[in-house]
């Protein structure tokens, strides 16, 4: 097995949760698509901005070199928690 093999796979599972993510966001958002698809655009890329961010921040303050170990496992686990508790809230009645 080749480096770019595990590569492949691990985008693989990233990738998989756009999609859904995309329809159950456009679903809720009759009448506004292009606007939630945008939010949802933006929401990842601030998402992809802010790890890095985090992590470097970290550095600059003299952490060491394994605390972006941390808040990658940190930010890892806050995603799907997040994810699970928007499934859980009531939804409004449509009328």
């Known amino acids: 097995m080749s480096e770019g093999d595990a590569n492949e796979r691990g985008q693989v599972p990233t990738a998989a949760v756009i999609p859904p993510s995309q329809t159950r966001l456009l679903e809720a958002a009759r009448g506004a698509d292009n606007l939630a698809s945008a939010a949802n655009v933006s929401a990842f890329n601030i998402g992809n901005a802010g790890g890095p961010l985090l992590a ?16 990658a496992a940190a930010l890892g686990a806050i995603g799907p928690a997040l994810a699970m508790a928007a499934t859980v809230r009531p939804r409004p009645a449509v009328r």
């Open 56 to 71: 470097g921040a970290a550095l600059s303050a003299g952490a060491a070199y394994t605390s972006s170990l941390w808040i």
